[in-house]
C-alpha cells in the first residue's frame, strides 16, 4: 500500500462502535481477529490516535476471553509509552495476539484462537479487496490477493480440527464457498526446476505465477463482503 501510495479510507474498517454488539465468546474472538487486522492497517497510515482506539477495543475482548489481566495491564501500559513509535507498536501488536494464541491452546481453547485467526484473515482480505480497482485491478494488489489461494485451505483445515464448536461449523460452509471461487485461479510455472545449494543443503527452486481473471477477483470479492458482513453486523 506505501509504495502504491494508497489513501487512507478509515470507513473500511469495522467501527469501534460495534464492539458492545459482540457478546459471545465466539463473536468477541472472530471480532479480535477483525480489530487487529484494521490495527495493522491503521498502524501503515501512522493513525495513532485511531490505533489506540483499536487497542482500546481489543483489550476489552482479550479480558473478557478470560485472559490473565496482568498481560493486559503490561501490554496497555507499553501501548501508552510507544503509541507514536511505529516499529515498537508493531511489536506491541504481535506479540499480544502470540501471547493470547499460546494461552488459549495451553488452556484447551484452541477453537477460540482460530476464530481470531479466521476473523483476522476474513477482514485483511476484505480490506485488499475493497481497496482494489475491480474496473482496472492493480498488479500488486491481485498478486497478494491470488497468494490466499494457499492460505484459505490452511484455514479450512484449522477449523476443520474444532467441528464441535457451533460457530465454527456455521463459517465452514461459507469459507468452502469461497475456497472454490480461489480454486479458478490458474497456477502456472514459469521457469523450470533449478538446483541451489544453500548452507550444505540443496535446494529445488521453481518460479511459479498465479493469474487470476477480474471476474475472479470480482467473485471473491462479493463472497467475502458477505462473509464479513455476518461477522460485524450482529
Known sequence: MKKMDLPYQPDLMNSVNNADNY???????IN?????????????????????HYLAVIKKFTRELGIPEEQEKLTAK??????????????IISETFTQSDSYLK???????????VFGGWIETLYLATNIIDLEKPQKELVSLIAQQKH?????IGLLSQYRNE?????VLPDL????????EIEQVKKTPSSLKSKNGKTIIQNKVTLTASNETI???????NRIRAKLTEL
Open 166 to 170: 457451533e460457530k465454527i461449523n456455521e
Open 23 to 29: 457478546l459471545s465468546q465466539a463473536d468477541m474472538a
Open 218 to 224: 470480482r467473485s471473491i470479492h462479493e463472497i467475502n
Open 176 to 183: 468452502k464457498e469461497l475456497d472454490a471461487k480461489f480454486r
Open 151 to 155: 492460505s484459505v485451505k490452511n484455514l
Open 32 to 52: 479480535i481477529g477483525i480489530y487487529g487486522a484494521d490495527l495493522s492497517y491503521i498502524r501503515i497510515y501512522n493513525q495513532f490516535q485511531d490505533a489506540a
Open 106 to 116: 495451553e488452556n484447551q481453547r484452541g477453537g477460540t484462537a482460530a476464530l481470531i
Open 78 to 91: 507499553r501501548v501508552e509509552e510507544n503509541i507514536e513509535n511505529q516499529d515498537s507498536l508493531l511489536n
